[in-house]
């Protein structure tokens, strides 16, 4: 059973940090992409930060210079830091798995969502 357990939400004052974790079971952790996304209410889901089983990055442009994610394939984890905080960073922050395989016609593709945590950024 597939398991991406969210922790480090939370309330905090603008200009504050927040560390997100997910926690990963059941997938070989070290050959998925995480990625962390957010949902703000009333908005579409949006890519904030990912990383790749070879350890390259990408951000939002809205977050670049103020979020670092990073993955400790030991401990199965993925990690959000968050500094510099804003209001408009407010939304239920989720942790994705993803892993394509494809060989000549053969594609499948696993993608797997934890259950989100809430990043609430307000004075």
């Known amino acids: 059973q597939v398991q991406l357990v969210e922790s480090g939400g939370g309330l905090v004052q603008p200009g504050g940090s927040l560390r997100l974790s997910c926690a990963v079971s059941g997938i070989i952790f070290s050959m998925y992409s995480m990625g962390w996304y957010r949902q703000a209410p009333g908005k579409q889901r949006e890519l904030v930060a990912a990383?790749?089983?070879?350890?390259?990055?990408n951000y939002a442009d809205s977050v670049k210079g103020r979020f670092t994610i990073s993955r400790d394939n030991a401990k199965n984890t993925v990690y959000l830091q968050m500094n510099s905080l804003k209001p408009e960073d407010t939304a239920v922050y989720y942790c994705?798995?993803?892993?394509?395989?494809?060989?000549?016609?053969?594609?499948?593709?696993?993608?797997?969502w934890g259950q989100g945590t809430q990043v609430t950024v307000s004075s």
């Open positions: 994705n798995a993803d892993l394509q395989i494809q060989s000549g016609s053969y594609y499948k593709r696993n993608d797997h």
């Open positions: 990383i790749t089983s070879g350890g390259s990055t």
